[in-house]
Each structure stands twice: as structure tokens, then as C-alpha cells.
């Protein structure tokens, strides 16, 4: 049962190039995240899909977009990278509201 | 801006001793509540939730919650090395965004 799998575990980026980080859940679950964590500064929520068919805004979404491509797929892009970028991504997702978040491995991006 | 505050340590206790992590939140509305821990490099991981008032045990883990003082703990008790990690509470605030708000976590070390 592989849970929640994100691709790839690690990414080095010039500024300004593009990327898709990949997500997938094969727990059926109708909601899934995409978080940032960087040091001293916790886990921030940039894009949420709470449905398939439908994306919202986090506390720090500019510079990301996100694409709920079907109901296991969820996927974050950075159009143009900035070193403000570099961080730890992780994806997320749950069955329904108020029930835990099962976490993917993360990403750890670099832009340099 | 619904905020979840955790004191960000470091805590140190000895083996053997009780760890107790805390946390507050604004959301008086807040319905569900997690305690996850992280290990330095990886994924956030459940240990933890708990729905109503009162106390919830499991193993060496008890999670206490006082929605009237706004007020989650997590107590550990016979403390090891391996508990040392980051404690991440989160709270779920209800409705139909399905977001859940972490807090900046406490770093627990556990000296031998």
C-alpha cells in the first residue's frame, strides 16, 4: 500500500526555470494539499482540492499553480522559480473533513 | 487568521521522565485536533487525534483537550531517545474547506 507518493524527492532549479511536482494517493480520498515547510516557519498550506473538480487558494499561494488532475493526482507547478522557492514540499490528502492528513515523503527543492 | 501556537522549545528531558508538548488555538469553533511528529528529514506522521473533551490514551501517548481554555496537549510518558522529534499540532476548523492549520511545532530531545 503505497499511501501517498510524490515525485521527485529532490530538484535543484535556476531561477526563473519551471516545474510539476507529482502527487498521488491511492487511498481514494476526496481531498488533497499541498504544504511548504521551512525552517521556524512550520507547515504553510499553498493549494488545497477538497474535490475533485475543484482547487482553492492557502495562505501562501503566489508563484504556484495546481492542477487536481483526477481524483488520486494532484499536482503543484512553479511557472518561473525564485530562491524565495527553496523549501520542503509535501503533499497531503484525506478521506473527509476533519479526519488526519496522510502525508507524502516530500520534495526538497532548491532554486539557486 | 486562525493560529495555532506551540511553544517551539527546544524541550529536553531526561529518559524515563514525562514530556509534556502543548498547544493553543483561536478557532473556538475548532472541531478536530492532531498531534503529528516528524523526524528531522522526513514526512510528518500521525500519532495522535482527538475530537472531544477530556482524555484520549494510546500506549504511551495520552492527548488532553479543554475547548473551553482553547487547549490541546500531548503528554509522553517514559520518555526515549527515539521520541526526540519535532511535534507538530494541527487543528481542523471546521466547514466545508477541509484545511487544517498546523503550528510551528516543539522540538522534544530525549537525553539518555
Known amino acids: 500500500n503505497a499511501g501517498v507518493t510524490q515525485t521527485p524527492k529532490f530538484q535543484v532549479l535556476k531561477t526563473g526555470q519551471s516545474m510539476t511536482l507529482q502527487c498521488a494517493q491511492d487511498m481514494n480520498h476526496n481531498s488533497m494539499y499541498w504544504y511548504r515547510q521551512d525552517p521556524g516557519m512550520g507547515l504553510r498550506l499553498i493549494y488545497y482540492?477538497?474535490?475533485?473538480?475543484?482547487?482553492d487558494k492557502g495562505e501562501v499561494p503566489n508563484g504556484y499553480n495546481v492542477s487536481r488532475l483526477n481524483k488520486r493526482e494532484f499536482s503543484l507547478r512553479l511557472e518561473s522559480a525564485a530562491p524565495s522557492q527553496t523549501s520542503v514540499y509535501f503533499c497531503?490528502?484525506?478521506?473527509?473533513?476533519?479526519?488526519?492528513?496522510?502525508f507524502g515523503n516530500g520534495t526538497r527543492l532548491t532554486v539557486t | 487568521q486562525k493560529e495555532v501556537e506551540q511553544n517551539s522549545g527546544p524541550l529536553s528531558v531526561p529518559e524515563g521522565a514525562i514530556a509534556s508538548l502543548n498547544c493553543t488555538y483561536s478557532d473556538r469553533g475548532s472541531q478536530s485536533f492532531f498531534w503529528y511528529r516528524q523526524y528531522s528529514g522526513k514526512s510528518p506522521e500521525l500519532i495522535m487525534f482527538i475530537y472531544s473533551n477530556g482524555d484520549k490514551e494510546d500506549g504511551r501517548f495520552t492527548a488532553q483537550l479543554n475547548k473551553a481554555s482553547q487547549y490541546v496537549s500531548l503528554l509522553i510518558r517514559d520518555s526515549q531517545p527515539s521520541d526526540s522529534a519535532t511535534y507538530l499540532c494541527a487543528v481542523y476548523s471546521g466547514g466545508s474547506n477541509y484545511k487544517l492549520t498546523f503550528g510551528k511545532g516543539t522540538l522534544l530531545t530525549v537525553n539518555p
Open positions: 497531503a490528502s484525506t478521506g473527509a473533513g476533519g479526519s488526519p492528513l496522510h
Open positions: 482540492s477538497a474535490s475533485e473538480g475543484t482547487t
